[in-house]
């Protein structure tokens, strides 16, 4: 379509138009390939050049043609205007008056008539040349064209909506029809697993980890039941994923108070433990660190290497109900690069689930 519409273009217009768009290529092909060591962006470049040469050199041509045409015209006129002048008629001698004949002669029907004068009417008229359309005001416009495209080109990217679409945070997976363990039947209102996520799964979460421009990569849930425990313990789990961050939620049905977990703690490697109360609950902040697991999928197949130790976790534990009759919530971040948020990322985070956990009753 392009190059149907530049072929239609005036003489003038179109060839500038070429030769810088052949200019323009072959020098940025050319800087490419010598900057990437590429022999083909060479040859490319090359190319363009030349075909920018070769429409140099027609409008040189078109250029030294159209002189020499003025010139041409230039001396015709110049021989117009002399024959012009030697042809112009010369006075004649009037004759002379002849006696009068009588009427009979005058009204003879024989008598001769008037004869017109040799170079007498109308004579031509000085050389008009003909205007021709400006080469240097045509040529002009066309890198001016060219301009316009060019910023065109340019602009349009950013103008026009772009056809990737922003990418969407990453949902809450549906909840599978599937029957829960024993001990959720055996727990009066379990929350689940779907419920945890979508609890956490928040548009204001990013903002809460001191992230706002994040979005969530993954959301993951499950209904499980908490280790060594025979499969006796509902232990409901939610985890979303940033750039910067992972936040785990679980919550966790068994006897253990608060209190009693605060003790186990200090006879424990957990650092910077913090007793608070959060929504008129018993809570406590603590510090540990996440495991690490190293995969070898070589040739021989698949084997695991030993638990490492991962980046550091802060993990915010909060009672099920007011009068820590047993079982917690726990809200766990860590980041790959070992960085964590404020203390007040986690309370946050635990004022918006909390409510959606029905609290455990007597």
């Known amino acids: 379509m392009l190059g149907f519409i530049l072929r239609r273009l005036p003489f003038w217009v179109r060839e500038p138009v070429f030769i810088a768009i052949g200019s323009v290529l072959g020098v940025r092909v050319l800087y490419l390939a010598v900057r990437d060591h590429r022999l083909l962006l060479a040859g490319l470049g090359a190319l363009f050049l030349v075909f920018a040469a070769v429409h140099v050199v027609m409008v040189v041509r078109a250029l030294r043609a159209r002189r020499e045409r003025r010139v041409a015209e230039a001396a015709g006129t110049g021989n117009t205007t002399v024959t012009a002048a030697v042809a112009q008629p010369q006075p004649q001698p009037q004759p002379q008056p002849q006696p009068q004949a009588p009427a009979q002669a005058r009204s003879h029907p024989s008598q001769p008539q008037p004869q017109p004068v040799p170079g007498a009417g109308p004579q031509p008229g000085p050389y008009v040349q003909e205007k021709e359309p400006n080469a240097w005001g045509q040529a002009a416009a066309a890198i001016a064209l060219f301009g316009v495209l060019g910023a065109a080109l340019w602009l349009a990217p950013r103008m026009m909506p772009s056809d990737e679409s922003t990418p969407e945070a990453a949902a809450c997976p549906a909840a599978e029809h599937r029957e829960l363990p024993k001990a959720y039947r055996r727990t009066p209102q379990p929350v689940t697993g779907e419920a945890l996520c979508e609890a956490l799964n928040s548009p204001d979460l990013p903002q809460l980890l001191g992230t706002p421009g994040e979005i969530a990569t993954a959301a993951t849930s499950s209904d499980d039941t908490a280790p060594l425990t025979g499969g006796k313990v509902a232990n409901p789990e939610a985890q979303i994923t ?28 957990e650092q910077d433990i913090r007793t608070l109360t959060v929504l008129d609950r018993p809570a406590v902040l603590s510090s540990d660190h996440t495991m690490r697991i190293e995969i070898n999928l070589g040739s021989g197949g698949g084997s695991g290497g030993p638990v490492g130790q991962g980046p550091p976790a802060r993990t915010l534990s909060v009672a099920l109900d007011r009068e820590d009759r047993g079982g917690s919530c726990d809200i766990t971040v860590w980041s790959r690069s070992g960085e964590l948020p404020d203390d007040s990322a986690l309370l946050g985070i635990a004022e918006k689930i909390l409510p959606r956990i029905p609290e455990r009753s007597a």
Do not use: R
């Open 242 to 269: 940033f750039d910067t961050y992972t936040v785990n939620v679980s919550a966790t049905y068994n006897e253990l108070t608060t209190e009693q977990y605060v003790k186990l703690m200090k006879y424990g490697d």
